[in-house]
C-alpha cells in the first residue's frame, strides 16, 4: 500500500446535517475513519452517535453535506455497493430468531455465494471460534443462548467473508453501543474481544459509539467527543484526562453544570 493511501480516509463525512421533524441532529459533522484505526465516538444519549454510524453504512442518507467510501463519494441507494465492507454489530445483537446460529452466521454466503454448504458450515465454525464460542452452539437457535453468547454471535456474523472473493473481506466493523446493559466483567470481556478481533485482522478499523468510560479507554486509538450534533473535541485516550476541553470535562467528571445540556 502507498503512502498515500495509507493517509486517504477509508470512511470520510464532510458537512453532514441531518434532522428528523424539524430538530437537527447532525450538524456540519466532519468526520474521518483512517486505515488501521480504533475511532470511539462519545457523547451523551441523543446527540446523533447512533445516526452517525447508520450515515457512515449508507443506512441513512444525510440531508446535507457529503460522505466518501474508500475514496469515492457514495450517493443513496449505495449501501450494497459500496468499495468498501462495511459490517455493522446492531446494540441488540439483531439475529433472526428463526435462524439457527449457523444460519445467522453463514446468512452472507448463504444468500450471496456459491460455495457449498459444507464449507460455509466451516467457516461458521471458525468465525464462532474466534470469537471465543464453542462451535457446537452453531445448531442452537437464539432465543437458547444467553445475551451475551448473542452479542459474540452478532461479531462472528461480521467477521464472516467470503474466502473466493477477496472484495468481501470485512476491512470495517462499526459497533453500536457494544456494551450497553453488559455487567463490568462482561463489558471488559467484550472490549477485548472488539481489539482482539482488529489486531488478528479480521477488520482493518473499527468504529465504536458508546458512552461508557470502560469502553472507551479500552478500545479507541482516537476519541471523537459529540455534543448537541458537533464534534466538540478529538484527541487520543491520555489526552482525555489532560484536555481542558469544557465538554471532555463536564462528561468524564459526570458534570451537571456545563456547557452539556
Ligand atoms: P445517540 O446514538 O447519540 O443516542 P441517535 O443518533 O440515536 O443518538 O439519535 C439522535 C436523535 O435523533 C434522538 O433525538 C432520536 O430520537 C432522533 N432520531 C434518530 N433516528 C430517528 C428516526 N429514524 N426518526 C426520528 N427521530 C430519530
Redesign the pocket.
Known amino acids: 500500500m502507498t503512502d498515500s493511501a495509507v493517509r486517504e480516509p477509508l470512511i470520510e463525512l464532510r458537512g453532514i446535517c ?1 434532522s ?2 424539524g ?1 437537527a ?2 450538524d456540519h459533522v466532519d468526520l474521518q475513519l483512517f486505515h488501521d484505526e480504533a475511532l470511539v465516538i462519545v ?12 450515515i457512515m453504512c449508507g443506512l ?1 442518507e444525510p440531508d446535507e453535506g457529503e460522505v466518501f467510501v474508500g475514496g469515492q463519494k457514495v450517493s443513496a441507494g449505495d449501501a450494497g455497493n459500496l468499495s468498501l465492507q462495511i459490517a455493522m454489530v446492531f446494540q441488540q445483537a439483531a439475529l433472526f430468531d428463526s435462524l439457527t446460529v449457523e444460519q445467522n452466521v453463514g446468512f452472507m454466503l448463504y444468500e450471496h455465494s456459491k460455495l457449498p454448504r459444507k464449507r460455509i458450515q466451516e467457516l461458521v465454525q471458525e468465525k464462532l471460534k474466534l470469537v471465543g464460542l464453542d462451535p457446537a452452539i452453531a445448531r442452537q437457535m437464539p432465543a437458547e443462548l444467553s445475551g451475551g453468547q448473542r452479542k459474540r454471535v452478532s461479531f462472528a456474523r461480521a467477521i464472516m467473508e467470503d474466502p473466493a472473493n477477496p472484495d468481501d473481506d470485512p476491512q470495517v466493523i462499526l459497533y ?2 457494544p456494551t450497553a446493559g453488559l455487567d463490568p466483567i462482561a463489558s471488559t470481556v467484550t472490549e477485548q474481544l472488539i481489539r482482539q478481533l482488529k489486531d488478528q485482522g479480521s477488520c482493518d478499523s473499527f468504529v465504536v ?1 458508546t ?1 461508557q468510560e470502560s469502553t472507551i479507554r479500552n478500545t479507541a486509538d482516537r476519541v471523537v467527543m ?1 455534543s448537541q ?1 458537533k464534534v466538540r473535541w478529538q484527541g487520543t485516550v491520555p489526552q482525555i484526562d489532560t484536555c481542558d476541553n469544557p465538554y471532555v470535562r463536564q462528561f468524564f467528571e459526570g458534570k451537571t453544570t456545563g456547557p452539556i445540556k
Open positions: 441531518k428528523y421533524n430538530k441532529v447532525l457523547g451523551p444519549s441523543g446527540t446523533g452517535k447512533s445516526t452517525i454510524l447508520r441513512t453500536d453501543e459509539i458512552h459529540l450534533g
